[in-house]
C-alpha cells in the first residue's frame, strides 16, 4: 500500500487515512482530470454481468425445461439429485437422494460460479463495474479504506486455484453433453441439429476460458528452474500464454455461450420451437 508523508509530523499516512484525499496526497479539487467518457467501460460491465446474474439466478431456481433429447443444459449438468428429469445416457448421478427438494442447478453451479468469481479477470471486472475500486484508471475511488483481500468475504478469492480443480471436471462433463448432442431424439448417433452447434461452440469456448486461467499457467509452468529440461511443459505453457494474453475475451465469450446453450435448451423443452435438423 502506497504511502504518503504528513510534513507537520512526519508521521506516515496510508490510503486508508482519508483515501486519495487523504493529507498525504496533493490537494486537487477535481475529483479526476479525465475528460473522456470513462464510465462506460464500468457501466456496460456492471450492465453485462448483472444482465446474466438474473439470468442464471432465474434459470437456477426455475427446475424446469432444462433437457430437451439429447441436450442438457450446462446449467444442470451433471444433475445430482434424485429430482432431475430423466437423462437418458446423460450424466445423472443421484447422489443426494430424494431429500433434496430445490432445484439440482444449485448443487452444480457453485464450482463453476466460484471459478469465475474468484477469477482474475472478473475481480477487475466487478471491482470496478460494481464497486468502484476503482471505477477506472485515473479515477479515484470513493472508498476512505482498502483492507485488500486478507480479510472476510474478500479472503475467499485465494480459492481460485481450488475452484479451478472443479472446474476441469464440470468442463469433461459438459464436453461429455456435446457428444451426447449427435443422437437424435430417439437417442440413435448420427445426428446434428442447431443444438449441436451452438453446445460444439460453447464446450470450445469453455475449455479456452478454463484452460486460459492464470491458475492453469502456472500450475503449468509454475516452480519449474529450467524451462529447457522440460520441454513438454514449457511448450504447453507457451501455447496456455498466448491463450492467457485473451482471458478477458474469453470471459466473455464463454459467459455469453453458456447462457445461449441454456437458453437454446430452455426453448425447445418448453415448445418455443423444434430444434432445426442438419441430418
Same mark, same amino acid.
Given at each position: 500500500?502506497? !504511502?504518503?508523508?504528513?510534513?507537520?509530523?512526519?508521521?506516515?499516512? &496510508?490510503?486508508?487515512?482519508?483515501?486519495?484525499?487523504?493529507?498525504?496526497?496533493?490537494?486537487?479539487?477535481?475529483? /479526476?482530470?479525465?475528460?473522456?467518457?470513462?464510465?462506460?467501460?464500468?457501466?456496460?460491465?456492471?450492465?453485462?454481468?448483472?444482465?446474466?446474474?438474473? $439470468?442464471? @439466478?432465474?434459470?437456477?431456481?426455475?427446475?424446469?425445461?432444462?433437457?430437451?433429447?439429447?441436450?442438457?443444459?450446462?446449467?444442470? &449438468?451433471? =444433475?445430482?439429485?434424485? #429430482? =432431475?428429469?430423466?437423462m437418458k445416457g446423460g450424466p445423472n448421478w443421484e447422489i443426494f437422494g430424494s431429500w433434496w427438494?430445490?432445484?439440482?442447478?444449485?448443487?452444480?453451479?457453485?464450482?463453476?460460479?466460484?471459478?469465475?468469481?474468484? =477469477?482474475?479477470? $472478473?475481480?477487475?471486472?466487478?471491482?470496478?463495474?460494481?464497486?468502484?475500486?476503482?471505477?477506472? +484508471?485515473?479515477?479515484?475511488?470513493?472508498?476512505?479504506?482498502?483492507?485488500?483481500? @486478507?480479510?472476510?468475504?474478500?479472503?475467499?478469492? #485465494?480459492? /481460485?486455484?481450488?475452484?479451478?480443480?472443479?472446474?476441469?471436471?464440470?468442463?469433461?462433463?459438459? !464436453? $461429455? %453433453? @456435446?457428444?451426447?448432442?449427435?443422437?437424435?431424439?430417439?437417442?440413435?448417433?448420427?445426428?446434428?441439429?442447431?443444438? !449441436?452447434?451452438?453446445?460444439?461452440? #460453447?464446450?470450445?469456448?469453455?475449455?479456452? *476460458? @478454463?484452460? &486460459? +486461467? /492464470?491458475? =492453469?499457467?502456472?500450475?503449468?509452468?509454475?516452480?519449474?528452474?529450467?524451462? &529447457?529440461?522440460?520441454?513438454?511443459r514449457y511448450r504447453t505453457w507457451q501455447w496456455i500464454g498466448k491463450l492467457n494474453a485473451?482471458?478477458?475475451?474469453?470471459?466473455?465469450?464463454?459467459?455469453?455461450?453458456?447462457?445461449?446453450?441454456?437458453?437454446?435448451? *430452455?426453448?425447445?423443452?418448453?415448445?418455443?420451437? %423444434?430444434?432445426?435438423?442438419?441430418?
Amino acid at each position: 500500500m502506497a !504511502t504518503g508523508t504528513d510534513p507537520h509530523t512526519s508521521r506516515k499516512l &496510508s490510503h486508508s487515512e482519508g483515501g486519495v484525499r487523504g493529507a498525504g496526497r496533493a490537494a486537487i479539487a477535481a475529483p /479526476h482530470l479525465r475528460t473522456d467518457r470513462w464510465w462506460l467501460q464500468p457501466a456496460g460491465t456492471a450492465a453485462g454481468l448483472f444482465a446474466f446474474i438474473v $439470468y442464471s @439466478t432465474w434459470r437456477a431456481f426455475a427446475n424446469a425445461d432444462y433437457y430437451a433429447a439429447p441436450y442438457v443444459s450446462p446449467f444442470y &449438468s451433471p =444433475c445430482l439429485a434424485e #429430482n =432431475c428429469e430423466p437423462m437418458k445416457g446423460g450424466p445423472n448421478w443421484e447422489i443426494f437422494g430424494s431429500w433434496w427438494g430445490l432445484s439440482p442447478a444449485l448443487l452444480i453451479l457453485i464450482f463453476p460460479l466460484g471459478f469465475r468469481l474468484t =477469477c482474475y479477470y $472478473y475481480r477487475k471486472a466487478y471491482y470496478r463495474g460494481f464497486w468502484a475500486s476503482p471505477p477506472a +484508471c485515473a479515477v479515484a475511488e470513493p472508498h476512505k479504506k482498502y483492507s485488500g483481500e @486478507t480479510k472476510f468475504p474478500l479472503v475467499f478469492q #485465494n480459492m /481460485h486455484r481450488y475452484f479451478f480443480y472443479a472446474a476441469v471436471p464440470v468442463a469433461g462433463i459438459l !464436453t $461429455y %453433453d @456435446t457428444v451426447l448432442a449427435f443422437r437424435d431424439e430417439n437417442y440413435e448417433w448420427g445426428h446434428m441439429g442447431l443444438g !449441436t452447434l451452438v453446445f460444439l461452440v #460453447n464446450i470450445v469456448l469453455i475449455w479456452a *476460458y @478454463t484452460l &486460459s +486461467c /492464470h491458475s =492453469c499457467r502456472h500450475i503449468v509452468g509454475g516452480k519449474l528452474k529450467h524451462f &529447457s529440461k522440460h520441454p513438454v511443459r514449457y511448450r504447453t505453457w507457451q501455447w496456455i500464454g498466448k491463450l492467457n494474453a485473451r482471458h478477458m475475451l474469453l470471459a466473455w465469450a464463454s459467459l455469453i455461450s453458456v447462457a445461449l446453450a441454456d437458453l437454446y435448451v *430452455y426453448l425447445v423443452a418448453s415448445g418455443a420451437f %423444434d430444434d432445426p435438423r442438419f441430418f
